[in-house]
């Protein structure tokens, strides 16, 4: 906090002090040795600019009452006090924003190769969040299920097991839908090895519009694929190849065309693009 009237911070319980709370610094004693009660707030023992402590021999009491003193505090001694948040070890600031909290508190490590594969500006959270399961293979298949005792094979082909790998992209319907909505966005035939699909979307140097498009099909591609398979799981009607891949191209473009280009000019030609390489 930084102290003004003092009418709304509590002397021992607040953080307001460079030393810390103050009753983590003398512990609970502290309240009885200067007859400030735990909850007193600072305008009860600071009057127009001066604190009123008791005078006494105790060092350790002295320390904090001295510590106390030299603090410079603001000016304006009526105003409202004002909520600081940290901005690194030593700084507080006044704007709270989400982002820099949490990058004060997540636990940071190594960004993985394929990070750039799922998060990028022109993402749908929803079906980023279902890439990410399946690149970490953790979306419920078959082969996940299996431990419980629950079998599951494959709902497009009938192969008795279902994996990560099977559905993205070795199974003939979805290899099918695979080739008909990459069109020729990634430089090479497409591939039905997911390893060998996700080395080649990681490493492989992409044009920057080119490689927006190819990374919001896959990901597109993943969801739609993830979906129609709980669709069949809970009986609804099957689509098609060509169904799905109509439904992928239409929302592949409904995101383009959502973008705002007089904003972003770097992103126009992403329709166009659409249209060359889907003949
Ligand atoms: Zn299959």
Redesign the pocket.
Known sequence: MELHSGQSVRLWTDLWHPLGRLIEVVGEIGTQKLGIARTALVCDVRNEGHWRFRRFRDRHMKDLIQAIENNRLEEDQLGQEVVLWRRNDTEFGKGFTTSETWQKIRIHSPAVPWSKVVWFPLGVPRFAFITWLAIRDRLSTGDCMRTWGHVQG?L????PNESRD??FFA????YTLWIEVIGTLLGRPPDPDWERTLVHLTTHGFDRLVYILLRLTFQTTIYMIWSERNDRKHLKKPRQVTQLAKLIGETVRNRISSVKYSEKPRLRGLMQLWFSTHT
């Open positions: 494959c497009f082909c009938g192969e099977h559905l199974c003939p319907y979805t």
